[in-house]
């Protein structure tokens, strides 16, 4: 029956799952490797779907949305080179899961942008379930940021966006780092590294291509 298995298991599985990412160079670093140790996804999703989050695939969340599959979570966290005391904004709360690794990597309050209110509560129940006291979950279109705690080290987005939001831009610390899927169709895209110098010129970086959500906002794709 599906959601009977044990924590226990639930966790071996889970463990499995990383040490596999770890042996392929998914997972490179000691801190991303504990993150998702301290944090397992079964922990940000439905019951029924608990069974298969040590699963290499994206799974169902409520509203049609979804859960991102462990590797594209891992890769996004790598590309970001995440540190203690870093100030980050995350654009597409879900469930809070990757929000949840984010905090664990800062050590810092982390602030994600969720436009769904459904997910906006089901993100705010599994983070408080699972313990985790720094992540500040807004509603709101976040293509537009969020200003009040600008400027940012990092920004993660996890949706596909048309192009590059520019207030995302705005609000990049010289310095710091934007990672976001970009493309013309709603649900296939390239998955970009962005930087910002010292002086605000912007780099862009292509990684690879990427299925993701469709980014919905302002500065996105509309409704």
């Known amino acids: 029956m599906v959601g009977m298995i044990s924590e226990e298991e639930l966790r071996r599985r889970w463990e499995k799952t990383v040490e596999a990412l770890v042996r392929e160079r998914i997972i490179r670093s000691e801190a991303v490797k504990n993150a998702f140790l301290k944090y397992p996804r079964f922990l940000f999703v439905e019951r029924r779907y608990r069974d298969y989050a040590h699963v290499d695939e994206p799974l169902p969340i409520p509203a049609g949305q979804t859960i991102s599959a462990p590797p594209m979570v891992a890769i996004m966290l790598e590309l970001a080179e995440l540190k203690p005391g870093m100030n980050v904004l995350e654009i597409g709360t879900g469930s809070g899961w990757n929000a949840a690794l984010i905090a664990e990597l800062v050590k810092n309050d982390v602030y994600t942008i969720e436009r769904i209110p459904e997910l906006v509560e089901f993100a705010r129940r599994n983070l408080e379930r699972a313990g985790v006291r720094n992540v500040h979950v807004i509603p709101g279109d976040g293509t537009k940021g969020f200003p009040p705690k600008a400027p940012y080290d990092r920004i993660i987005v996890t949706a596909g966006a048309p192009k590059i939001p ?33 002086s605000g010129r912007i780099m862009k970086k292509r990684w690879g291509g990427v299925a993701f959500v469709p980014l919905i906002g302002e500065h996105g794709w509309r409704e």
């Open 166 to 198: 520019e207030p995302l831009l705005e609000q990049l610390k010289p310095g710091g780092k934007l990672i976001i899927p970009v493309g013309k169709h709603h649900l296939w895209q390239d998955l970009y590294v962005v930087t910002k110098d010292e």
